[in-house]
């Protein structure tokens, strides 16, 4: 069973750098991983993934090339860096895994995630 858990959130101002990570207790070898955001009263979002082999990384079109997943296989880590960082960032980070060679956009399709990290950016 993996178990994820996602660090590094807190508030920063406009323009700022955040980077994000997500431990995993269990082999995540295999699984393509994800990032999504869910800001207050929205639907969960996918900002991004990258599948276990390295293919990759996708992200959703909307982040202009501000964010930037990698991931660490021997340390079983993901990352999320997140440059020039804006007020509709503002959210609870998710970092989701599913044994799928690739990433997906839709939240249903992951079978593990973690308790989520609060980014909140002021103007």
């Known amino acids: 069973q993996v178990q994820l858990a996602e660090s590094g959130g807190g508030s920063v101002q406009a323009g700022d750098s955040l980077t994000l990570s997500c431990a995993a207790t269990g082999s995540t070898v295999r699984y393509t991983m994800a990032w999504f955001r869910q800001a207050p009263g929205k639907e969960r979002i996918f900002v991004g993934g990258i599948s276990w082999d390295g293919n990759g990384p996708n992200y959703a079109d909307s982040l202009s090339g501000r964010f930037e997943i990698s991931r660490d296989n021997n340390k079983e880590t993901l990352v999320l860096q997140m440059n020039n960082l804006k007020p509709e960032d503002t959210a609870v980070y998710y970092c989701?895994?599913?044994?799928?060679?690739?990433?997906?956009?839709?939240?249903?399709?992951?079978?593990?995630w973690g308790q989520g990290t609060r980014v909140t950016v002021s103007s």
């Open positions: 989701e895994g599913r044994t799928g060679r690739t990433p997906s956009p839709r939240t249903y399709d992951y079978r593990c």
